[in-house]
T-cell receptor, first 114, second 114 residues
Framework: NAGVTQTPKFRVLKTGQSMTLLCAQDMNHEYMYWYRQDPGMGLRLIHYSVGEGTTAKGEVPDGYNVSRLKKQNFLLGLESAAPSQTSVYFC?????????????FGEGSRLTVL | AQKVTQAQTEISVVEKEDVTLDCVYETRDTTYYLFWYKQPPSGELVFLIRRNSFDEQNEISGRYSWNFQKSTSSFNFTITASQVVDSAVYFCALSGNNFNKFYFGSGTKLNVKP
C-alpha cells in the first residue's frame, strides 16, 4: 500500500517562480490537508479539503492555492514563491467515522526558495 | 481560540529511563479530540493515539501511556523504559468535533541515549 505520496520530495525555487506540489492517497479518504513545518513552530495548516471539489483555508493560507478535482489528489500551488515559503510541506489524509482524526502523512516535501 | 503548548523543547534521557512529555491545550469547545504523533528521524509523522474530551481514562499501550486531565487541560505522554528507537520528535495535537482543523504543538524532541 502506497498510503499518501507526495511529489516532488525536494525542490529549489527562485523568488517569483511558481510550482505545484502533488499529494495522492489510495485509501479513499474524504479529508485531506496540507501543512507546513517550520523549526520551533510545529505543523501549521495551510488548506484542507473535506471532499472532492471542496477546499477551505487553514491557519496560514496566504500565498498558496489548492485544488481537489479528484478525490485521491490534493494539489498545493505556489503562484509566486517567496523566501518565507521555505519549509517542509506535509500532506495528510484522514478517515471519517470511528477512525476520524487519525491522520496519515506523506513523507514531506522540502522546498527552498532563494 | 485553540492552542496546544508543549513547553519541553528537547529532552535527553538514558535508555531504560522513564520519560514524560507534557502537553497543555486550550479550547472553548465542549467536544474535542486530542492526539499524539511521532516523527522519527526519517521525517514521516505517525499517529499514536486519539482521545475524546469525554473519556478521561488513562490509556496504556505497551511501554506507552497517556494521562488525560481535563481539570488541568493536559494530555501527557509517558514512555516507560525508553529505548533508542523512541528517539523522535513528538507532537501533541487538538481538533474540534468536525476534524476540519488540527492544531499542533511545537513538538518535543526526545533523545534516548544508549
Amino acid at each position: 500500500n502506497a498510503g499518501v505520496t507526495q511529489t516532488p520530495k525536494f525542490r529549489v525555487l527562485k523568488t517569483g517562480q511558481s510550482m505545484t506540489l502533488l499529494c495522492a492517497q489510495d485509501m479513499n479518504h474524504e479529508y485531506m490537508y496540507w501543512y507546513r513545518q517550520d523549526p520551533g513552530m510545529g505543523l501549521r495548516l495551510i488548506h484542507y479539503s473535506v471532499g472532492e471539489g471542496t477546499t477551505a483555508k487553514g491557519e496560514v493560507p496566504d500565498g498558496y492555492n489548492v485544488s481537489r478535482l479528484k478525490k485521491q489528489n490534493f494539489l498545493l500551488g505556489l503562484e509566486s514563491a517567496a523566501p518565507s515559503q521555505t519549509s517542509v510541506y506535509f500532506c495528510a489524509s484522514s478517515y471519517q467515522g470511528a477512525r476520524a482524526g487519525e491522520l496519515f502523512f506523506g513523507e514531506g516535501s522540502r522546498l527552498t526558495v532563494l | 481560540a485553540q492552542k496546544v503548548t508543549q513547553a519541553q523543547t528537547e529532552i535527553s534521557v538514558v535508555e531504560k529511563e522513564d520519560v514524560t512529555l507534557d502537553c497543555v491545550y486550550e479550547t472553548r469547545d465542549t467536544t474535542y479530540y486530542l492526539f499524539w504523533y511521532k516523527q522519527p528521524p526519517s521525517g514521516e509523522l505517525v499517529f499514536l493515539i486519539r482521545r475524546n474530551s469525554f473519556d478521561e481514562q488513562n490509556e496504556i499501550s505497551g511501554r506507552y501511556s497517556w494521562n488525560f486531565q481535563k481539570s488541568t487541560s493536559s494530555f501527557n505522554f509517558t514512555i516507560t523504559a525508553s529505548q533508542v528507537v523512541d528517539s523522535a520528535v513528538y507532537f501533541c495535537a487538538l481538533s474540534g468535533n468536525n476534524f476540519n482543523k488540527f492544531y499542533f504543538g511545537s513538538g518535543t524532541k526526545l533523545n534516548v541515549k544508549p
